[in-house]
């Protein structure tokens, strides 16, 4: 019903940044390539191919099962804990093979950051949290100056300055995940991967988020996972489409269908299937 | 606005490239080491479990025969030879009746908790003390039975079957509220809703759908009884011949003659403890093994 | 039936219907039964207390608080002092401990952090295996094989330890062909491995993805990952673990018995042979009589209540932990 919100006059304002940026100035942050990945023989999602830029938003969209949580997982190598889980094809970060064996795993993460669906504060304090990744990656300088600079960017400093000390726990639900989001800026990464960040939370903490997501785009690449289209409209540059493919055997098969500016995507889509779903007809 | 406020990204050096840099070698090597003694760990436990059972099986193969199993203890200790068969009867007899004593009240027990009692005071006490007197030490069954039944009655196989079925009670009891907690409730629904009641329900749906993982806990606790020592000594003594009469008179089991003949310095009845000891493990470990294999079944049938 | 109208407030199906009165009647008959089966733990364990302290009631009176602060065991005149046999169930449970915490530890981070999904079910079977060999076979093994081979080791571990403070007193003794403190400790170790592992297993399998990945994500090594969102959130459940493995340790019998060495002495040294509450009791009630026998009778309710009221900590700790980590 609601799907009128997303026509070109809504979405265009929005994203007027892009316009000004010129093709050639992209910098890759990740050129996936043919990318795959299995479960034990069961292939999840298949043959994505893409490039994300550097200091953009880039949106996964699409219906629920169509892989694109398992796909952005492949992007800092949280995938590496499922032991059945393979992933194909190529992924380079900053033309650098991801996957290649020299490559540490552990540091993947602390550059490419990750929030989660649900926030998921340490049952420590607030101050604990975000110190939690300095102090495993063994930061040098002011670790309280480090915590408060963290907690403003991501615009949480004026609401928990005064009970750094208190449990993580005490925040409303909006203000934990904004710490989750604190607490990966801290180790000062390249990139921030959000997997659906405000699916557990009231619009107006959504809204926060996303404003928020918007001011970061200035020094972090921005890649988000969404079920929510408005939202990839309100905040995206580029978005990737996924979609799911019923196999012979009934196994589903995420497949990426379009990968375009988010304007293009939003208002003039070339696959109809992309159409199909943002207007609603489908998925 | 607080966003406006938000200081600028502060000017890092350039990053290497990512395959020449690590979380740190120090990081790494706590890590490797952290995993390196998690599997010593596991090795550290495998070797004594290792080295028994190899020592029972090797020491107790040469002294198990048929005679072994079937004749009569030798009433001279220092004697070689065979054999054991009082203490088979008497563990086979002991264990079945404290089997029988214990398995039916546990699972009445274990019934009443949760099918009358789940969320009442008097359900979660008698639940958590459940739980706590799988904690009290078997010696202690045998003191308790000993001073409410042994001074009265004298010794007999029944007294130390009163000792196990005390230990095997509670964790038969816990083991079957855990089982029913399983059951979906709908199977309970779709029973009364068909017009059952409640006793009828339990005993024809319910308890059927939760078999198998009590039994597989009660075989556990079988399994667990029939290794017993400590409660027997006092309630059972001991003898040289078979002795089938539950009620009267001395018994004994493999596990008391294990303990005695230990201590013994010739090799005879030494040889006789291994023997033992390898049948008593063989009947444990069959119990466990069914029973493992049971909670397998089990838990593929509640998978949802 | 007063018990059921108090007990089950709540209208069950069966109150409800009219119908059929033979069904009813068996309804109630099994309700009462099923409940004499709950009951009947409650019971037992009220007849332990009550019948075991009235059958020791003669050595408590006789000997007063001597019975626990004297160390001076003398049936022949008398002399019921359980001090001894306290301070050796103490330091043989705490070697267990001391052993048997960090190996469960880290087999239940085995299993539920490391290990391949395949191979987590037979590894868990092999560590049930531990617990079903029978405490008299542990003895067996500890006094036939164990004990005759470990003069020579403890000799050898006394000499590297020579001179060290503390480590050198405590590494020291005069182990009578090896049954010691140490060995006693050591056995227990082995046995209460598994009940501690299964303890810690199922709560480190209660810490929620999201705690895990949260550290992943943030760059952490796996260990890392495990001192953050493991450990924390397990805390009390390795605490319950650590105290349902000291009443094991505290109240396991046959096999201490054998290799202790039944020489009741307080001593720093871990190589000396020792005695323990239950060894005793094994070793000297066939030959007891009167107050003698209550004595022994006694120390078995020292045991009863020692691991009654760890046990209750325990479970309350567990209860609590379950509680806390149920909540969302």
Redesign the interface.
């Known amino acids: 019903m609601d799907h009128h919100d997303v026509t070109p006059t809504n979405v265009a304002p929005v994203n007027d940044g892009v316009e000004e940026q010129p093709e050639t100035a992209r910098e890759v942050v990740f050129e996936i390539r043919d990318a795959s990945v299995r479960y034990g023989s069961n292939l999840a999602v298949d043959d994505v191919s893409f490039d994300v830029g550097a200091r953009e938003i880039t949106a996964i969209i699409g219906p629920s099962g169509c892989g694109k949580s398992t796909f952005l997982r492949c992007l ?1 190598r ?1 995938n590496d ?1 499922i ?2 889980a393979k992933v194909e094809g190529r992924i380079n ?4 093979n ?1 996957y ?1 064996s ?3 795993a ?6 490419i ?2 929030v ?1 669906q ?1 926030p ?5 304090s607030i101050f604990d949290n975000v110190a ?2 300095l102090r ?3 930061f040098k300088g002011d670790l309280s100056e480090l915590v408060e ?1 963290a907690l ?2 991501a ?1 949480l ?2 609401e928990v300055k005064d009970k750094l000390k208190k449990s993580a726990y005490a925040l409303s639900g909006g203000q934990q995940q904004r710490l ?1 989001i604190a ?2 800026l801290a ?2 990464p ?1 990139v921030v991967l959000m997997d659906e960040p405000c699916s557990a939370l009231d619009p107006i903490a959504t809204s926060r988020i996303e ?2 997501m918007v ?1 970061l785009k ?2 972090f690449t921005i890649v988000i996972v969404t079920h929510n289209m408005q939202q990839a409209a309100r905040v995206s540059d580029m978005t990737a489409f996924f979609t799911t493919d019923v196999a012979e055997d009934s196994s589903r098969v995420g497949r990426l269908v379009e990968f375009d500016r988010t304007q293009t995507i939003f208002t003039s889509p070339s696959d109809q299937r992309t159409e199909g779903y943002i207007t609603g007809r489908f998925g | 606005m607080t966003l406006l406020e938000t200081p600028p990204r502060p000017s890092t050096p350039p990053r290497p490239p990512i395959s020449h840099s690590s979380a740190g070698g120090w990081r790494r090597a706590k890590n490797t080491i952290a995993s390196l003694l998690i599997v010593g760990s596991l090795v550290a436990a495998m070797i004594p479990l290792v080295l028994i059972i190899g020592y029972v099986i090797v020491r107790g193969i040469d002294a198990i025969s048929w005679a072994f199993l079937t004749e009569d203890i030798p009433i001279l200790t220092r004697a070689e030879g065979p054999g054991m068969g009082p203490a088979v009867v008497g563990t086979l007899l002991i264990t079945g009746a404290a089997t029988v004593m214990a398995v039916p009240l546990g699972v009445l027990g274990g019934i009443y908790l949760n099918e009358y009692s789940a969320r009442s005071t008097f359900g979660r006490v008698v639940s958590f003390f459940a739980e706590v007197m799988t904690g009290v030490p078997s010696i202690v069954m045998g003191l308790f039975i000993y001073s409410i039944w042994v001074l009265r009655f004298g010794v007999s196989g029944f007294a130390g079957a009163l000792a196990l079925a005390c230990l095997m009670l509670p964790v038969v009891i816990r083991t079957t509220e855990e089982m029913l907690k399983l059951v979906a409730p709908e199977l309970r629904e779709s029973a009364y809703a068909l017009g059952g009641r409640k006793a009828g329900t339990i005993l024809r749906v319910v308890l059927p759908a939760a078999a198998p993982g009590i039994i597989s806990g009660a075989l556990l606790a079988v399994a667990r009884a029939a290794g017993e020592t400590a409660p027997l000594l006092f309630t059972v003594l001991t003898v040289n011949k078979t002795n089938t009469d539950l009620f009267n008179g001395p018994n004994t089991t493999l596990s008391l003659q294990i303990f005695r003949n230990a201590q013994q310095v010739f090799t005879g009845p030494q040889d006789r403890a291994w023997g033992a000891a390898l049948t008593l493990i063989a009947i444990v470990f069959v119990f466990t093994l069914l029973s493992r294999g049971l909670s397998a079944v089990f838990a593929r049938k509640h998978r949802v | 039936m007063a018990i059921d109208s108090e007990l089950l407030p709540a209208p069950t199906p069966d109150h409800l219907g009219g119908g059929r009165p033979p069904g009813r009647v068996t309804d109630r008959v099994f309700r009462v039964v099923a409940f004499a089966g709950g009951l009947l733990v409650l019971v037992i364990l009220a007849l332990i207390a009550y019948s075991t302290i009235s059958k020791a009631w003669p050595a408590f009176r006789d000997e007063g608080l001597s019975y626990f602060t004297s160390d001076v065991w003398d049936p022949v005149n008398a002399g019921f002092g359980t001090l001894a046999f306290s301070f050796g169930t103490l330091v043989i449970s705490v070697i267990a401990l001391v052993v048997a915490v960090p190996v469960s530890i880290g087999i239940a981070l085995f299993v539920t952090e490391l290990a391949p999904r395949w191979m987590r079910r037979p590894v868990v079977t092999l560590i049930d295996l531990l617990a079903a060999v029978p405490s008299v076979v542990y003895g067996l093994w500890g006094l036939l094989v164990l004990v005759p081979a470990l003069p020579g080791f403890y000799q050898d571990w006394h000499d590297l330890f020579a001179g060290v403070p503390v480590l050198g007193d405590v590494f020291d003794g005069n182990p009578i062909a090896g049954k010691a403190f140490m060995t006693a400790g050591l056995i227990l170790a082995i046995m209460i491995v598994p009940i501690i592992t299964a303890v810690t297993r199922e709560t480190f399998a209660t810490v929620p993805q999201a705690q895990k990945d949260a550290a992943l994500a943030m760059g952490a090594t796996r260990w890392e990952m495990i001192r953050a969102a493991v450990f924390p959130h397990a805390r009390s459940g390795m605490t319950a673990a650590i105290l349902i493995g000291l009443g094991r340790a505290m109240g396991e019998t046959i096999a201490v018995a054998l290799v202790i060495g039944s020489s009741p002495q307080i001593t720093e040294k871990l190589f000396s042979s020792g005695d323990a509450l239950p060894a005793v009791i094994v070793n000297q009630f066939g030959e007891s009589t009167g107050t003698y026998q209550a004595a022994l009778i006694g120390m078995g309710v020292v045991l009863f209540f020692l691991t009654l009221i760890i046990g209750v900590i325990a479970r309350a700790v567990l209860a609590r932990s379950e509680r806390k980590l149920s909540a969302p």
């Open positions: 800092n949280m804990f032991p059945s970060y900053h033309g650098e991801l290649d020299r490559v540490d552990a540091e993947v993460r602390r550059r950051g990750m989660f649900k998921n504060p340490f049952p420590k939690y990744g495993i990656n063994r600079q403003t960017r615009a400093w004026d989750c607490r990966t180790v000062q390249d404003d928020l001011e200035r020094d």
